[in-house]
């Protein structure tokens, strides 16, 4: 009788993990559907894109669109200045937002709580709202036509996050560890750089990639500070392929999917430390 009871359980329970997968796939099916049509649109002929028939994958493959984006002078250029402004912010963003949750997070800093409150209240301003006094400022120090200007607006929004997603990190760390650095006779820079940081690795890491897309799908501050073409990021510039005579919507798809591929390529291979920062730092204290 329990040998029966056992069996139906189990029997229960793998129709039941079936059902879950199933809904898994169709849910994952929906959501990666538009990145499929996005690369399947990049690969099809003018004449197939603008075809009364809808096709649902590339029936005159073409490799057209793609070339037509690497062989532009000013895509190329818009490239280089997409990753210097990722890159940059994301250096000013972990060069100051890291040290800050770890003052925060080891030491009984006064006014702590009201600063954690201002952090997460400019998380909630848009940036538009933003726009306005940072040009005005960018504009009287000089910073407008620089790679800084953006830089320096994108990651005025990654720090805050930082300093919120680390603090939790650095606070969960047994202070036995501090000790055993001061018994070795580490410093609290080396102590920092040597101890702390390897401890919160997934933590480092995620906020390293949050800030470098960031910095990568920015639009709004690079188009306002950046005022000359030729220092616009990919994002400005998928609108060349926009005329009287039509849109190219076979290159326009090419175009973003250039800009999604980082995005999709980082998180593929660093999902586990993505998930595990996220989750592991949202304890409550």
Not at 137 to 153: D, E, M, Q, S
Not at 230 to 248: C, D, H, V, W
Not at 265 to 281: E, P
Request: glycine share 8%; net charge positive.
């Amino acid at each position: 009788m329990d040998g029966k009871i056992e069996t139906s359980l189990k029997t229960k329970g793998g129709r039941s993990n079936f059902g879950k997968c199933v809904i898994a796939v169709l849910v994952a099916i929906i959501f990666l559907f538009p990145l499929y049509w996005l690369l399947s649109m990049s690969f099809k002929t003018d004449g197939e894109s603008f075809g009364k028939l809808v096709t649902y994958y590339p029936h005159s493959f073409t490799l057209e669109p793609w070339i037509k984006n690497f062989s532009d002078k000013d895509f190329l250029l818009s490239l280089k200045n997409s990753i210097l402004i990722a890159i940059l912010s994301m250096t000013i963003s972990i060069g100051f937002g890291v040290p800050t949750a770890y003052g925060m997070g080891r030491y009984k800093v006064p006014g702590s709580k009201s600063f954690l409150l201002t952090f997460l209240v400019t998380q909630m301003l848009p940036a538009s709202l933003m726009l306005t006094p940072m040009y005005l400022i960018f504009n009287k120090v000089g910073l407008l036509g620089t790679y800084l200007g953006p830089a320096l607006a994108i990651s005025s929004g990654s720090i805050p996050f930082i300093v919120i997603t680390l603090r939790p990190y650095f606070k969960g760390i047994p202070v036995s560890l501090d000790d055993a650095a001061r018994i070795d006779g580490c410093g609290v820079i080396r102590s920092f750089l040597s101890i702390m940081i390897p401890a919160i690795k997934t933590g480092v890491i995620t906020v390293i990639v949050i800030s470098f897309l960031n910095g990568w799908n920015d639009l709004a501050y690079s188009m306002t500070f950046n005022v000359k073409p030729e220092m616009r990021p990919l994002t400005a510039n998928i609108f060349k392929f926009q005329s009287k005579y039509g849109t190219k919507w076979n290159c326009i798809m090419a175009y973003g999917a250039i800009l999604v591929i980082p995005v999709v390529l980082l998180f593929v291979f660093l999902q586990k430390y993505i998930v595990g920062g996220l989750t592991a730092g949202a304890v409550k204290e």
